[in-house]
């Protein structure tokens, strides 16, 4: 669990000799507790203090890394149990189980829907990143499938066998790619225990209660097998979210090292709706990664979208470069749409002049990632900030006249802006959703 900046300064040296940049150790000290700042910045801690701090600091969820490159997924590294006391900071893993046992054009054709559900949202892309290939049938039909996703995706990849022997073949070929090893049971101990040790490769433990589960984990460590990821049982949603919502106290608070390691969930068997609401809930609750074994893409979609909402830093606003964005074929009569760098509304208002087809300028002014009226009542988006965004992206150089579009909601601003500014303040639609129309009749 992560220290306090009075425990911090506990163990520093307490000379205030400002070689760290700060003008006194507790401000330092301050400044560790944030994560603002290295830890070797101090000249004069001592080692003893450096190990105790390392060590106490580290996150009560380790992090994992799944897969390799540009590909790869992190989980884990977690230090809060509620968003709003920090942030929550590697999202869960969300994968689409394939079983060995389909054809393979079925294989190709469900590759094929999980590669189109990719999508933009607010200037980030959101997309599956896992996939699992379950063996139901032979040893030959695992290896086959295996082969075919790895030559037709990039996904990191999920090997969903409990046999220790299949598994070591799959690691002789494809041990680089860095696969999730699904799972170590009670029962299979022993075999995985031998075979995985000194590879380094992430696995799944799984065990009917949170005492067999820490159990494993001791013996693992103790066998050099480091990289875990625990698997609540699936048998009751309630049960699942018990087990994740106990793990993540213990982890935090009783700082139970044996249960600090990302979790997986795996959905299965469930119809339409129902594998919706497991999902959100599971990623509301601390789930690290979620395996399904079916999907539609208006669930993905939503799925993807809560997962963005939640795992973005509460105190900071997602938010654009506050600059002058050019929409289409512009030329100097094309219209200029001034609005806030809060990513959402950004990407809303270019989505809607994208939809107009009418080639537009829009001007982003710097509100700290505020929305429009957010920030017109926090007096960041006013008369006077819109002039020093107009000046900035020198505005003039590309348009031949002294027009600007502003939303309704803040039409309250528009004669200040004109008496002040010298342009033409035009007052546009309350609601994004009347941009093109807008557009189109001006």
């Known amino acids: 669990m992560a220290l306090s900046g009075l425990e911090i300064y506990k163990l520093l040296p307490k000379t205030n000799c400002r070689e760290c940049g700060f ?12 994560k603002a ?27 994992i890394t799944i897969g390799k490159n540009d590909q790869r997924v992190q989980i884990g590294n977690e230090n809060v149990l509620f968003r709003h006391e920090e942030r929550f900071y590697n999202p869960p893993g969300i994968g689409i189980i394939i079983n060995d046992d389909l054809a393979q054009t079925e294989v190709l054709n469900i590759i094929r829907k999980i590669k189109d559900l990719e999508f933009e949202r ?84 799984w065990s009917e209660d949170l005492e067999g589960i820490s159990y494993l984990t001791q013996q693992l460590n103790r066998n050099q097998i480091n990289e875990l990821v625990l698997e609540v ?7 699942a979210l018990w087990q994740l919502t106990q793990i993540r106290r213990l982890s935090l608070k009783k700082k139970e090292r044996s249960l600090g390691y990302p979790v997986l969930v795996l959905i299965e068997n469930q119809d339409k709706d129902l594998s919706l609401l497991f999902t959100v809930s599971y990623i509301a609750k601390y789930a690290g990664i979620i395996l399904l074994d079916t999907f539609s893409p208006e669930d993905i979609f939503g799925i993807l979208t809560l997962r963005q909402n939640i795992y973005t830093d509460p105190q900071k606003p997602l938010q654009i470069e506050p600059k002058l964005y050019s929409i289409g074929s512009v030329n100097t009569y094309s219209p200029v749409l001034v609005t806030t760098n809060f990513s959402l509304t950004y990407y809303t208002v270019l989505g809607e002049v994208e939809a107009s087809r009418v080639p537009s300028y829009i001007l982003s002014v710097n509100t700290e990632g505020m929305s429009v009226l957010t920030a017109w009542a926090a007096e960041k988006f006013t008369p006077e900030s819109i002039i020093e965004a107009i000046e900035k992206s020198e505005l003039k150089k590309f348009v031949n006249h002294n027009r600007i579009i502003i939303p309704g909601y803040v039409a309250m601003m528009s004669g200040d802006l004109q008496e002040k500014s010298g342009w033409q303040v035009i007052v546009g639609p309350r609601e994004a959703a009347g941009i093109p129309r807008f557009l189109r009749d001006l």
């Open 233 to 239: 049982s699936n048998k009751s949603p309630a049960f």
């Open 23 to 34: 003008s006194t150790c507790l401000a330092f000290a301050m400044q560790l507790a944030k």
């Open 37 to 63: 700042v290295a830890l070797d910045k101090c000249p004069f801690l001592t080692e003893e203090s450096k190990k105790i701090l390392e060590e106490l600091n580290l996150p009560a969820i380790k992090l």
């Open 122 to 205: 607010i200037g980030q892309r959101l997309k599956i990143e896992l996939l699992a290939i379950r063996n139901r049938s032979s040893e030959e039909n695992f290896l086959k499938t295996i082969d075919l996703v790895v030559h037709n995706t990039s996904f990191a990849l999920v090997l969903m066998c409990e046999e220790p022997r299949r598994v070591k073949k799959v690691l002789e070929l494809y041990k680089d790619l860095r696969p999730l090893i699904y799972r170590i049971t009670p029962d299979n101990f022993l075999q995985f225990s031998q075979l995985l040790k000194g590879d380094n490769v992430p696995v799944v433990v």
